[in-house]
């Protein structure tokens, strides 16, 4: 009977460690992070032209699209992967070095 309980108890704190795998601010991070790339992909759209026989060069292949939208949508990547690693400032390692 003990055992049941204690396999029980076991079950309880894994389950609770996985419910906080991230904390408010890591979430803040990660929606400032997907904010920055849908404004990326907001810069990158546009260029149609209203006549399917003309091309315009300097909408299509502008600096705005070309350049600046991916570096955008490459920033708004690199704040994911910082809100995804990022620890509490509180929280300690737990690693073997004590």
Known sequence: MAEVKK?????????????????????????IGFIVIVIGVLLMIGGKS??????????VYSFRRITLAPIII?????????????????????SGNK
């Open 7 to 31: 396999q029980e108890v076991k079950k309880q704190n894994v389950a609770a460690k996985a419910q906080n795998l991230f904390t408010k601010e890591n979430y803040k991070w990660m929606l």
């Open 50 to 59: 209203n006549d399917p026989n003309q091309f315009h060069k300097d909408e």
């Open 74 to 94: 490459l920033a708004g990547l690199a704040i994911e992967i910082f809100a995804i690693f990022r620890k509490p400032a509180g929280q300690q390692q737990t």
